[in-house]
């Protein structure tokens, strides 16, 4: 995935710590098992943001990369916290992928990186 | 944003650390970067008072002096609890604001306020 | 407020520290400010009995004698957090106000009490 | 208000007597009584399409107008049953505007038209 | 009841025959039978408009005007219907108390009008 | 069941066709088949009153005599249909009896009565 | 499937044409294509009794039998229909099933009997 | 679309009109309009089934045939009726297109067929 | 109450500290103030079993005990609490009565009991 | 049970201390004390993931595994629980297994499992 892609804006009151949580129920990849059958998720992105806010029309076409990528549940979760990791610089941050049922299962993985200092 | 507008009357019961919660459903302003297109929020404040409470209806006009005006979900959350901090002076105070879906992405910020010595 | 109409029963099993929660969700009393209009709330009390019950009955017939006072949201809260405090000497009690919306906002006040040698 | 902001693209599938609903949560416009504070409403639009369907963009910026419009819930219900009527043409069509509760008090307009022939 | 604190506005839109729901959440009277016991219900209104709208806060008046009489269930719901009957004139309308459970009974009353030629 | 517990009110509204539902959610019975083992049900009674209202207070002492009687389910729900046509002599009459779980299985009794020249 | 399993008993009420509705969330059989994977469904019989009542805990055991056997969705619908038809001969019959979500796809089937004379 | 991916399995039970409903809530295409963004609708298929029942997961198949399809919404529900016209010659079928909100407005589209003799 | 009908069985995973929690919606007893009406509750057991666990049937039977005993809400939660740590011993209990409502007002009582060594 | 048949993925994450929460809610088994009556629950597991992620489809098929094993509630749920800790090895497991109500009853079992070091 390419995070170049990635907008940024300056968070002009860096000096409260505060919360921004985006919920983006229409996340949608393919899986890597099944003959390129689709997966469904809402991704849950909560971040205490530090320098930089994410851009919200970038995220979305971020999020819109993984439409016709093959990849695990819990990759995915992993990748876009890493990714915002590097973009941000966040004070802390969660990315909660809520994976619609498969077979009469249903998964969540939930990811979560906390800065020491915080 | 003019913060004259916003009235205050006399905690009587200031000895108790007591908590209001007020949730503001209707919330309305203008985005800056789609031309004008309208922004919609649940405001919801929390405030532990300590020798002030807000005036509901003073409240409410403050809150409607957002209606024609361009501005940001993380900016107006942090100025609507930098506004009440000025005028209340209260132990503690929050402000969530949870925005309407925008191109298939919901967002809420959250800020918070805590007295030192509380 | 007249408390002499709240009466208590004793509690039996004072020696375990359990919790009893009341709710009342038809408690209606005056505005003080707009020409009389009716408010609505919904009541919740927790507490941690000591000695003493509240008997149920009386304390609905103290709840109802709100229904022509004119009192702020605030003060009814604290005012019954105050009452019960006296009649029951609870080890702990927290009295919960959920006011009904009124021009677009919704209050609840949350008063607390905590006996120091729970 | 204007209804040439309401543009409309050709319906290919009219031989079928079909339904479209569009609802509308974030409709606001300002009360003519009480000294311009706003209304808020979620409006419902079902029609039956004949030669034209509504582009939903334009219909968007078409209820934006009514922003800073004083209008009484029922005139504003049927004023945009009726510039459909205009536009559309349809085989059917009925507005139901939900406004938000006011003084204790919420309220539902419907207004319907049947074309004679269907 | 005194009709007369019911106020009207004339009804632009009369040649359509359409519909208005208004729903009252706080109505409260009281029970003939229980001591003085307060009784609270949800009253809906719905009516087909002919000549004349219900102006809201007169109506909210009227509603208010039960919190201190005593009166049953069944009389309370066909009063509001007839006091409504006489000075809307309207083509239809149906009056519902959806009263709070007394007893461990809840009980939910229906009254209905329809003009003959409609 | 001995149905003279029953006691009614006049209808003073009886020219209206009208509709009075009342829900009884703590119904309880005791089932043949199994040991004396409790039932629990939900009954709900729909009548559209002719000359006669039922009494509350009396339809509770009513139901409440079902506690430690050995009844079935579709038994039950008959008769309540049959004492209430009896006392109430009403335009129409509905009872359903809405019974918890047993074994895994729900169910569900509606019995209705309808008079001829209604 | 061997409807002997099904027991009944005598309705005592059969002059009054009333329904009995049933619900059995916990239905479960195997499917046919996929390795004798499983299949749940809620199963719901609503029938107007003539001579005869189901009797339920036979009802539970004949249900049980479909755990083990191969079953496509529509079969298995309208056989219960069929079996249930043999066994009560009722006025009036109606069998849902509602099957677990498969592959992101949620199946219903709905069969009815209305006899003719009814 | 190439309908031959659709695949159809006998329906042995062709003597009673019944009922199918299936429900695909993981639904996406693209929108003509916005370079390429991707929409999301749940779509619900209820049919009366003559000769053919659809095989479910060629259905899916199907569906899965519009990820990367333009189309617009009304287009989308019709051409998935005509579709399964052709493959199954229902009795009735109907289809319902429930889309996601975009720009702060969700659309529905219902389209229905009816054969005449049913 | 005779505890004798509380059954165990033996806890062969006594060596990891779990939870059990049962609910049992259908508790109905007397209300001893009131000429023998009747209360219902739902009881909620939650305990961390350690050399027993309740046999469930036993339990049910037991909680049917109280059908037609007088006894208040406090009361009777209490009792629960006692009755099951005479018998199960466990490392952990709780019990939670939540009574239906009465007079306009809900109860639900909450009693705990933690082992030291825990 | 045969733990061979459940199957294991690299977890290619490991570095980050995050969970994943898995929902079946298609568990079934037979009850030992009831004739081989069947036994419904929701089975609920939550690991934080050492070097290994557990591969959903071979967990299907071992829960699948139960459907026609006589066991009790507490063991099946502690059963569980220990199959996939010499599987997985995790850093952390939580299993809830959520049964359907029997005899007016409902039960929840919860184990737990913490790695020392964590």
Chains 1, 2, 3, 4, 5, 6, 7, 8, 9, 10 share one sequence.
Request: aromatic share 10%; hydrophobic share 30%.
């Amino acid at each position: 995935m390419d995070i170049e892609i990635l907008e940024t804006i300056p968070n002009e009151n860096n000096k409260r710590d505060y919360e921004v949580e985006i919920t983006a129920p229409e996340f949608t990849c393919l899986c890597p098992d099944k003959r390129d059958q689709p997966d469904f998720a809402t991704i849950t992105i909560t971040y205490a943001p530090h320098k930089k806010l994410i851009e919200l029309k970038s995220l979305k076409y971020y999020l819109g990369r993984y439409r016709n990528e093959e990849i695990y549940h819990e990759e995915a979760t992993n990748r876009i916290l890493e990714d915002l990791l590097k973009v941000l610089k966040p004070r802390y941050i969660k990315v909660v992928g809520d994976w619609n049922i498969r077979g009469g299962i249903k998964t969540v993985v939930k990811v979560e990186y906390q800065k020491n200092e915080r």
